[in-house]
């Protein structure tokens, strides 16, 4: 199902917004060990095609992040906010840091991964909330 009211569907993206939301977030990892997010076809560090879900470990860990004041129109309403990227076991993600003061987010911090809305769209959005 889509929340999105055009119908449209960003296919990986909300593929992997459902997985998370039914907490069942998972990750695509080849023989190698590399991991890498859906949708893919092929590893992209080395591109084996022998691509297995694993699930995505439930402790992340900010790795950076930006605190956006002023925010693009579809996040208006959201700002300020942390944008951060977030590492779980071997693969990153994007996402808005959650239920901290942008002045006291920090990479290291730990985090887990939500599935929320948008304040501004209502859109599903990845969340990170420190855990
Ligand atoms: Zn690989």
Redesign the pocket.
Known sequence: MSDDPTGARDAGYDDFLDAAEAGEAYYLS?????GSLPPRTV?P????PDLAEEPLPAAGEVETFTVAHVATPAFADDAPYVTAIARFGPVRLTGQLRGVDPDEAEAGLPVELAVEASETTGRRLLAFRPR
């Open positions: 080849c023989p190698e060990g590399h590893c560090d080395c591109g084996d």
